[in-house]
């Protein structure tokens, strides 16, 4: 599923940046398509570690993931195994005979889904054993006795294999033939909350504070939940009784009511779950050496969604260091810090090491057999990638060279109102930074469009910065000319840094038609001349 809908699953939490209900919504969604709270965990706690969910967001989507979980759960409680041969036999069949695209994937989805269905008939069957077992009926009568005993047996079920939902499926198949009680059951769903918890957690030790924050934050609302919830599972079993014959329906209702209930719940408390977590996890050390890559691995060659989510990760950290060297730059130039600007200018050295990382690792991976999305997010990498070393060329030669040119304008300064329209050029130019991380990441449409409206309006200020600085030097004919050449040259610089920021949003709307054929207005005469082009704006980025 995750190959097949990698990019729109993607897009679905990158869209979630700005609106906590979204992003449960979001949650919930990819959840029911990925079959698997702890994926979606995995996938925003990557987010979040990258900076592009806030961990408020990140907590928000594991909320409506954990109740996506649920739904899929009451789905599957249908006796659907008939199903499962039509599935295997369609999608085999659309996998192995379509030319590739769309097809392609449906043959892949449908055939996950039947295997899926496969794999929990089988389980049923391999508990045959366990459900008529004398010993299994004694050690659930035992537990009967002992709730907590209970959750924490089904607590280590659910870690050991990974998945909250075939815990909770094979409590359902234990439940169905009267060999567990219905209590029992519950305080084993509860377990299994706590359990399906625990594996993002320890996948996430390893990684950076704002990664391991959601994770941690998701397994301490489940067990506060677990804990408040224990108490009232006698009295919720009967009261859930009357309302459903099958034991199976009422351990799925309990099951995505706790978890609703939960979400509602926990909801407003998400600021403060986000501080406590922050002050359990300790503050992370730096990484000493930012010109080993990290995650350049050629054996995902094998998932091209894996190698391509790897090639991002790179991506995302070369443009932190070209933020950090843009960030730096200004500081060097506000305050006339040559050493600074030096050291600014060898960082362009780390930059492009790590594009040669990336490129020579998306050129193997391009050898591979590649579907037609995964051929075209390939040369969206490399493209974006390609803008962040252009960048880094610029900040390294132009804009660092014009730093180092104002000791030798000696007794001239800066007059106020230019440095007034070069900071007013820097500050918007730096927030856009992470805005085109953003989209790179998400494909978002909305950003897009957001990032394109921020290119225009600052082209805007910039040619009215450039008219105030020429009035200035015709005003005063004693203005120095070098200094005022390196003032001009610094405008063009940010303007043509700005321009490789909002390339990334062209491919972007170009694939969802939201682009013009072309900016020139055609006039009668231009029907011969320049007839209309179909398709594409082809995107200058020295506009």
């Not at 990158?14 to 079959?35: I, P, W």
């Not at 706690?45 to 996506?68: C, M, N, Y």
């Not at 649920?70 to 039509?86: G, I, K, N, Y």
Request: glycine share 6%; charged share 20%.
């Amino acid at each position: 599923m995750s190959e097949s809908w990698g990019s729109e699953i993607r897009s679905a939490l990158g869209a979630s940046l700005n609106n906590r209900f979204k992003a449960f919504l979001s949650g919930l969604g990819v959840t029911m398509l990925l079959q698997s709270s702890s994926a979606t965990a995995l996938l925003t706690s990557s987010f979040s570690g990258q900076g592009i969910l806030t961990t408020a967001t990140a907590l928000a989507i594991l909320l409506g993931a954990d109740v996506g979980t649920t739904l899929v759960a009451q789905v599957l409680t249908f006796d659907l195994s008939a199903l499962s041969p039509l599935l295997i036999a369609l999608g085999v069949a659309l996998f192995t005979y379509s030319s590739g695209g769309r097809t392609r994937d449906i043959g892949r989805l449908l055939l996950g889904i039947g295997m899926m269905l496969l794999a929990l008939k089988l389980i049923v069957t391999a508990s045959l054993p366990m459900r008529e077992s004398l010993i299994v009926q004694q050690i659930f009568v035992a537990l009967g006795e002992d709730l907590i005993l209970a959750v924490i047996f089904g607590a280590i079920i659910a870690w050991a294999s990974h998945s909250s939902l075939a815990t909770v499926l094979l409590v359902i198949a234990l439940a169905s033939t009267k060999s567990l009680d219905i209590t029992v059951a519950f305080a084993f769903i509860l377990g299994a909350n706590i359990g399906g918890a625990i594996p993002p957690f320890i996948a996430t030790l390893g990684a950076n504070r704002t990664a391991r924050q959601p994770p941690l934050g998701n397994l301490l609302f489940r067990i506060c939940g677990v804990v408040i919830t224990l108490p009232f599972v006698s009295m919720i079993a009967n009261g859930l009784s009357p309302l459903e014959v099958s034991h199976a329906r009422q351990i799925a209702n309990f099951h995505m009511l706790f978890n609703i209930t939960l979400a509602v719940f926990c909801f407003p408390l998400i600021n403060h779950m986000v501080a406590l977590t922050a002050r359990m996890i300790p503050e992370d050390k730096k990484v000493i050496d930012e010109m080993q890559p990290r995650d350049l691995d050629r054996s995902a060659f094998e998932t091209p969604l894996v190698a391509l989510v790897n090639a991002e990760r790179e991506v995302l950290r070369m443009g932190e260091v070209v933020e950090r060297m843009f960030r730096n730059s200004f500081i060097a130039l506000k305050k006339n810090d040559h050493q600074l600007a030096k050291r600014s200018r060898k960082m362009d050295q780390v930059v492009n090491q790590y594009y040669d990382n990336v490129k020579h690792y998306l050129t193997a991976l391009a050898r591979e057999t590649l579907g037609e999305k995964e051929s075209r997010r390939c040369n969206e990498i490399l493209s974006f990638a390609t803008n962040l070393e252009h960048i880094g060329d610029i900040i390294s030669g132009d804009l660092i060279r014009n730093i180092l040119r104002k000791k030798l304008v000696p007794g001239n300064k800066m007059s106020p109102q230019d440095r007034k329209d070069i900071n007013n050029l820097y500050r918007p130019v730096l927030s856009t930074f992470q805005l085109s991380l953003s989209v790179f990441t998400s494909s978002d449409i909305a950003m897009a469009r957001q990032l394109l409206a921020r290119k225009y309006k600052f082209i805007k200020r910039e040619k009215k910065a450039v008219t105030n600085h020429l009035q200035k030097i015709r005003d005063d004919t004693h203005y120095d000319s070098q200094l005022s050449a390196m003032q001009l040259d610094v405008l063009r610089d940010l303007r043509r840094i700005n321009s490789y920021q909002a390339a990334v949003a062209y491919p972007i709307l170009e694939e969802a038609g939201q682009l013009r054929s072309s900016r020139l207005r055609r006039s009668k005469s231009d029907k011969v001349a320049f007839p209309r082009v179909k398709g594409t704006m082809k995107a200058s980025i020295s506009s």
